[in-house]
């Protein structure tokens, strides 16, 4: 089977485990969407100050639930799953990306809901340009998914491993929350948004080159 | 340990401490800055403490590489070690920069200035390193793991420090350069001086955390062999069990 071929098995592998378990749609998205309502209520009736804060709130949501869509594997993921797919020859970069992009497509899922939830709780500023907010969330999507990816790698077999997971991803997914809410802002401010841009396509070739070229020896590391 | 090594370690250990505080006093009797007032006392501290720390996370990427190629776990003590050192002083670096930055600037932590950011971003990260260090009990498993993140992490040191130059902010550029010093020379003594004294404390720390390192790893390997000596093989000609090894 061909490089390609096999992301393709493992990506709907892990999106057949996905639509299983329900992990995502139906613990961590209404738990999201309940967070989304509890800062308005925090906050007071102050409608401007929660219309200005609407997108910064979003992206602190993605990056906070989105690790949790990200890093569903802990739950899913048992040693002889693993075994299996070691045995049956599966290129680790291969594996690698394959969970990256079944993350990927599952993070941004959950962005498009959580995105109208915003629009329709905090009915924040109108974006001028707001096809762009696609991008940005694809690329956001894609780098936390890599991200989170990698982590669990690299904590495959750990005990205190769902512990671990937060203090590894949230720090190394600033770069990312950075460039999506800085270039959201720009939107809003009808300014350029290349830099921001080109610093989330930075950080997710980093995040490729890095996951690829350490996949073989983190799977040596843990077997 | 041999008696030897102890000596050295705590004939360093105090060098680095007289050092040390000579350099403090040296700082603490550098004249006021025209501007800054007494405050511009804490960069004596606070710089040469950040420059240590960049330093020892470049150890620990130093030390993973090294271990990735030779499997000495040397080198992974010495990445660890260094590590938890590096943050030690990045948070020496953090608080007397948030101390001078209260009176000089009016907020402890400025969010929109990039240095402050990426160094509490830096800190984070390998605090997250030491604790996937603690996290692995396998010493194997551990140097694999943490030689990665160690390797990979250590591209934010030059982001931190460009930061300053990539996007301007309240925090100033940097004073000494390739050119020349933009600081009066007595300033710039105390602020080198302690550049000195405070590598001297790493080296210290370093060399007294390597000889932990292997007490640890020498105390590891009598409790795997105790564990194991009290499981003994079955072997033939012992007390018989009714038949059962007799064969």
Known sequence: MTFWGQVRAITSYELLLERRSGETWSIITPFAAAALMTIPLAIGINLPLISSIGWPIFWSIALLFGMQVAWRHVSNERNAMRDTIILLGVDPAARFTGRAVASGVLLAGFMVVMGALTVFLYTPHHLNRWPWLIVIGLLFAAGLAQLATLASDLTLGLGARSSLAPLLVAPLALPLLIGAAQATDSLLRSSGILPWLLMLVLANLLLAIVGVLTARPLQEAAT | ?247
């Open chain 2, 1 to 247: 340990m041999t008696q030897s090594a102890q000596m050295r370690v705590k004939l360093l250990m105090a060098l680095a401490g007289l050092v040390s505080a000579l350099g403090i006093w040296l700082a603490y009797s550098t004249p006021p800055d025209a501007l800054q007032r007494t405050y511009a006392r804490i960069i004596n501290i606070h710089a040469p403490a950040m420059w240590v720390a960049f330093l020892a996370f470049g150890v620990t990427a130093l030390g993973s590489i090294v271990w990735r190629f030779t499997r000495n776990r040397r080198w992974d003590h010495l990445a660890g070690a260094s590590a938890e050192i590096g943050v030690l002083f990045t948070v020496i670096g953090l608080v007397t920069g948030m101390i001078w930055g209260k009176p000089v600037w009016g907020v402890y932590f400025d969010w929109a200035d990039p240095r402050m950011a990426s160094t509490a971003v830096l800190l984070l990260v390998y605090v997250g390193y030491l604790a996937l260090r603690r996290a692995t009990i396998d010493p194997e498993q551990r140097a694999s793991r943490s030689s990665i993140l160690g390797i990979v992490a250590v591209i934010q040191v030059p982001l931190v420090y460009f930061s300053v130059n990539l996007m301007r902010s309240l925090h100033q550029t940097q004073s000494i350069r390739p050119g020349g010093s933009t600081m009066h020379p007595t300033m710039l003594r105390a602020l080198l001086f302690n550049l000195g004294a405070f590598t001297l404390v790493y080296v210290a720390l370093m060399s007294a955390r390597m000889v932990v390192a292997r007490l640890e790893e020498a105390r590891a390997a009598r409790e795997v062999s105790a564990a194991g000596s009290a499981v003994i093989p079955p072997t033939l000609g012992g007390p018989s069990l009714g038949g059962i090894g007799d064969g």
